[in-house]
């Protein structure tokens, strides 16, 4: 796909508000991007500073089950149903220490994760 093809898209998308869809095809073509980024707008500029700043920091971007399961969480601490939350934390102590992966947690999950010493909020 040619450059201004791909910058023609993202910039579209970014109009439409269909951030996903900007992401996505800054994603796939991360290095023409990042060099013709002054074609780009505004918010299609912030998203490939914050794509840019994920990948320097090494974290990976959470799947869409590991989604699933932080709204999961958030259901069950919803409904203080404590046994089920601990039940769906077993086996999936790596995904609470991703730092991404509080801001997908409602204030009831965080509270209960707090309280039992599985996240540390700062």
Known sequence: MDIKDVITKINKSVDALEFTSARKYIE???ELVNQNRMHLKSNAREIL???????????????????SLL????????RF???????N?????QLLMKKESINYL????RI???S???IKIE
Do not use: C, H
């Open 28 to 30: 796939e073509n991360i």
């Open 49 to 67: 500073k914050f794509l840019n700043n994920q990948s320097e920091s090494g974290e990976e971007p959470l799947t869409k089950a590991e989604i």
């Open 71 to 78: 709204n999961t969480l958030n259901v069950y601490a919803t």
């Open 81 to 87: 149903d404590i046994r089920s939350m601990k039940r």
């Open 89 to 93: 934390i077993k086996g999936n102590e």
């Open 106 to 109: 409602n204030s009831d999950a």
């Open 112 to 114: 209960f994760l707090e």
């Open 116 to 118: 039992m010493g599985a």
